[in-house]
Every structure is written in structure tokens, then in C-alpha cells.
């Protein structure tokens, strides 16, 4: 059992559609992250909350909005979406926003027809 | 230069084998270093941490070696279970917030 959950574990949005992707964390800690793992690339760092605080934005296209009511929960908002946007995204959290351990949830898995 | 480098494998191992891994990086001020394990369609897992005087936790070792930038880990007697993608973590210099994290490593242990 994940001390990091996520939900949906999959979905199939089309390109004009609306989606969320929800993330909840059990583990008391205070940062959240949203990644982006592609085939064949690097897991790529997509937003930073510390403290319910935005602290890092990596050049994300604002078709992705992300949302942190409190330090448990994370969202990610998905609006009219491009195919090259099909990827799993990995939520995860740590303690104090310190980077030494990271603890992931299982993902999920995004195709944009 | 990628920042995080790894040779993406696939290493084949029959169980029982003793594997190694490197894992080069570009900056040279980069303070902090990891190892991740990401078995197939999970999510990343820390395996262990790399401190400069190298440590070991059971079967594995992990090593790092500042003048030629790399870090290693090393498996002995390979376990079905090892089978996993194996990921490289290195942060920055000064900034234990930020990770730049490599392709990752395929491991296959077979019996």
C-alpha cells in the first residue's frame, strides 16, 4: 500500500476535453511534485508545491494547471491537450521539500487522442 | 553532454550473478546522488543514497567517484527479483530541491 495515491490510474481524454488528475499523500509531509515520465526521456519535473505554496514552475504550457488546497492533496488540471502530452504523471511527496527521498505514487497513465 | 548519463541496456544476468552499473554526470559541483529503482509500470523507488565514502546495504554497493563523475552501483548474487529499470538521481550543487535524473538502467535476471 502506496503512502502515495493517485487517481485515475488511466485515462483517455480527446484534445478538447477536461480532466483532472488527483494525488493524495498519507505520509505528513510537507512538498508535493508533479512529474512526467515519457518513453525514452528523462522523468521531467513539472510543478513544486511547498507548504500549499507554488515554489517551482519548469516551464509547464499553462494547458496544465496544477492545484494544492492543502498539503495533502495535489491536482493537476488538463485542458485541451496535445498528443504529445500522452505520458504517465507521477505525483510524489517529501518532507520539508528536500529532495533526499522521494516518495512516488504509481502514476497515471495519460493518452490524448 | 546529457546531464545524467546511463547506458540503457538491457543487461541480461542469469540469477545469481554479480552486475554493475555506471552512471556518469556533467557538473562537477553536484553535491548529492541516488539510486532509484522503477520496476515495470510502477512508480520510482529510492533504492539507496551514494555518499562519497561509498556504502552498502546487503547485496548491493553503491560508489562514487568524483574525479571521473561517475557513481556505480553493484549487485551480487542477482535475484529474480532485481529485475527492474535502475535509475541515476544527481542534484545540483547548493540546491537539494532540484534533481536531475537519468533514463535509467534495464536489469533482467533470468533463472
Known amino acids: 500500500e502506496t503512502g502515495v495515491t493517485q487517481t485515475p490510474r488511466h485515462l483517455v481524454m480527446g484534445m478538447t476535453n477536461k480532466k483532472s488528475l488527483k494525488c493524495e499523500q498519507h505520509?505528513?509531509?510537507?512538498?508535493m511534485y508533479w512529474y512526467k515520465q515519457s518513453a525514452k526521456k528523462p522523468l521531467e519535473l513539472m510543478f513544486v508545491?511547498?507548504?500549499?505554496?507554488?515554489?517551482e514552475n519548469n516551464s509547464v504550457p499553462s494547458r496544465f494547471s496544477p492545484e494544492c488546497p492543502n498539503s495533502s492533496h495535489l491536482f493537476l488540471h488538463l485542458h485541451t491537450l496535445q498528443p504529445e502530452d500522452s505520458a504517465l504523471y507521477l505525483c510524489?511527496?517529501?518532507?520539508?521539500?528536500?529532495?533526499?527521498?522521494?516518495?512516488f505514487g504509481e502514476g497515471s497513465r495519460l493518452t490524448v487522442l | 553532454r546529457k546531464e545524467v548519463e546511463q547506458d540503457p541496456g538491457p543487461f541480461n544476468v542469469p540469477e545469481g550473478a554479480t552486475v554493475a552499473f555506471n552512471c556518469t554526470y556533467s557538473?562537477?559541483?553536484?553535491?548529492?546522488f541516488f539510486w532509484y529503482r522503477q520496476d515495470c509500470r510502477k512508480e520510482p523507488k529510492l533504492l539507496m543514497s551514494?555518499?562519497?565514502?561509498?556504502n552498502e546495504d546487503g547485496r548491493f554497493t553503491a560508489q562514487l567517484n568524483r574525479a571521473s563523475q561517475y557513481i556505480s552501483l553493484l549487485i551480487r548474487d542477482s535475484k529474480l527479483s532485481d529485475s527492474a529499470t535502475y535509475l541515476c538521481?544527481?542534484?545540483?550543487?547548493?540546491?537539494?530541491?532540484?534533481?536531475?535524473w537519468g533514463l535509467g538502467t534495464s536489469l533482467a535476471v533470468n533463472p
Open positions: 510524489a511527496s517529501s518532507q520539508d521539500g528536500s529532495v533526499s527521498e522521494l516518495f
Open positions: 505520509l505528513g509531509h510537507n512538498a
Open positions: 508545491y511547498n507548504f500549499k505554496e507554488q515554489t
Open positions: 557538473n562537477s559541483a553536484s553535491q548529492s
Open positions: 551514494v555518499y562519497s565514502s561509498g
Open positions: 538521481v544527481v542534484s545540483p550543487s547548493g540546491n537539494n530541491r532540484k534533481l536531475i
